[in-house]
């Protein structure tokens, strides 16, 4: 079979060699050109695009979003923008799309400086810390931090303001006050119903209450 096969091989020699060398001239023209095209400044190929879950953008480089566990894309824009919003917003804090997951800091540390980095770390504190309590100074608002709440010897819980120091009540988030009784329950309910009356509002960040002509400075709106 060999000896068939080599005298084949001998004797069409013209015609398998030109047969191989038309099918070789195409294959070194397909990677010649393949090559070809790497030698040169390689031309950046075209993006794959993909959509957007909150701006429903469906031309998003995929390169420019996070892809969540829950399967959705976010783009850049959007996350920046999410979590630029849950530091100011409660509801928001920590960012999240469709399900009870935190969108995972590694998606966006390089969309921050370190500046925020540090503002969302303190927010990310405050926002999840249930029962927060408030300097109740009519210029400060300070969020007072748990480890700024200790218990007096008396027994009594009070919190110090880290910003400028004033010294407030665990019981009714306002001043300090004296007496062991908390003005709480009778006099802060009396001081509400006034307030009620008179047309006043609570601050929603710092609980004061506030006459509506005059606002607080945390008001926004
Ligand atoms: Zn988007
Ligand atoms: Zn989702
Ligand atoms: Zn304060
Ligand atoms: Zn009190
Ligand atoms: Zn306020």
């Known amino acids: 079979l060999s000896s068939v096969k080599k005298s084949h091989t001998t004797g069409g020699s013209h015609l398998a060699s030109s047969h191989s060398l038309s099918s070789s001239t195409k294959r070194s023209t397909f990677f010649g050109n393949f090559f070809g095209s790497s030698l040169q400044p390689p031309v950046p190929e075209k993006p794959r695009l993909v959509s957007c879950v909150v701006c429903m953008d469906e031309e998003r ?6 892809k969540l566990k829950c399967g959705h894309r976010m783009c850049y824009p959007c996350l920046k923008r ?15 799309c469709c399900t009870a997951d935190h969108i995972p800091l590694k998606h966006v540390e390089h969309l921050f400086d370190t500046a925020f980095k540090q503002t969302w770390n303190r927010k990310l504190a405050e926002y999840t810390t249930r029962n927060r309590i408030y300097c109740p100074s009519r210029n400060c608002g300070e969020w ?5 709440i200790r218990r007096g010897e008396d027994g009594r819980k009070y919190g110090r303001c880290s910003r400028c120091k004033t010294k407030v009540c665990y019981v009714c988030h306002g001043r300090w006050h004296y007496s062991r009784e908390c003005p ?4 802060t309910n009396q001081f509400l119903e006034q307030a009620k009356r008179e047309g006043w509002q609570r601050c929603h960040r710092c609980k004061h209450m506030v006459e509506l002509q005059e606002g607080c400075n945390h008001m926004t709106w």
């Open 61 to 66: 480089p995929v390169h420019r979003t996070a």
């Open 82 to 96: 999410n979590f630029k919003l849950s530091i100011t917003d409660p509801q928001n804090m920590p960012p999240k």
């Open 144 to 148: 007072i931090r748990p480890e700024d």
């Open 184 to 187: 709480r329950d009778d006099e």
